[in-house]
């Protein structure tokens, strides 16, 4: 069974830049067919798609986001990281780092989430 | 991007009832819909996919079904560990987008 670990600052100053990583154990970030995804929930926007990397490295990204963010995969760490430019406010949230399987159609599925970690932007 | 509404925005039942929770897509998005769990602190944990597929290990009192881009959740015969809020979520393109939400409340 995968498992997913967020882990990076829980205080983000305004203007900076939010970073997040996601460690996983239990299977490699490398092997198989899968999406690795960036889920953000605050209780204003409620659940919200940040974007993913895929096995081979494709990414896509929410495009109200786009210009501020980036994620990437580290192979010899096997993790993936979320980068976020530029936060305000509206940025705190839960966030969330999710496997998705990815069969490339209708049978995709969410199978493993990390706990969540709180991201407060606020100087 | 497609929205998605959820409905209602929050239930209340008892245990053994059986409730249905509506999500409405804004345009067809055919059966590339999941359903997600999520108890208080918890992250979301998946229930269904394609619309009307149960995730591995979700009991069979779970069903989704879809009418065109109207999709329910029903859920029969509730259990305590099932009070919850629920949330649908389209995976037809992207960004992929979530409804608002469903709270389910024991009566």
């Known amino acids: 069974q995968v498992q997913l670990q967020e882990s990076g600052p829980g205080l983000v100053k305004p203007s900076q830049t939010l970073s997040l990583s996601c460690a996983v154990s239990?299977?490699?970030?490398?092997?198989?067919?899968?999406?690795w995804t960036w889920i953000r929930q605050s209780a204003g926007a409620g659940l919200e798609w940040i974007g993913r990397?895929?096995?081979?490295?494709?990414?896509r990204y929410n495009p109200s986001l786009k210009t501020r963010v980036s994620i990437s995969m580290d192979t010899s760490k096997n993790q993936f990281s979320l980068k976020l430019a530029s936060v305000t406010a509206a940025d705190t949230a839960v966030y969330f780092c999710?496997?998705?399987?990815?069969?490339?159609?209708?049978?995709?599925?969410?199978?493993?989430w990390g706990q969540g970690t709180l991201v407060t932007v606020s100087s | 991007d497609i929205q998605m509404t959820q409905s209602p925005s929050s239930l209340s039942a008892s245990v053994g009832d059986s409730v249905t929770i509506t999500c409405r897509a804004s345009?067809?998005?055919?059966?590339?819909l999941a359903w997600l769990q999520q108890k208080p602190g918890k992250a979301p944990k998946s229930l269904m996919y394609g619309a009307v597929n149960l995730h591995s290990g979700v009991p069979s009192r779970f069903s989704g079904r879809r009418s065109g881009t109207s999709f329910t959740l029903t859920i029969n015969s509730l259990q305590p560990e099932d009070f919850a809020t629920y949330y649908c979520?389209?995976?037809?393109?992207?960004?992929?987008?979530f409804g608002q939400g469903t709270k389910l409340e024991m009566k």
């Open positions: 990397i895929y096995t081979t490295g494709d990414t």
């Open positions: 345009e067809d998005i055919t059966n590339y």
């Open positions: 979520q389209q995976y037809s393109s992207y960004p992929e987008t």
């Open positions: 239990g299977g490699s970030i490398s092997g198989g067919s899968f999406y």
């Open positions: 999710v496997r998705k399987v990815a069969y490339g159609g209708q049978e995709d599925y969410f199978d493993s």
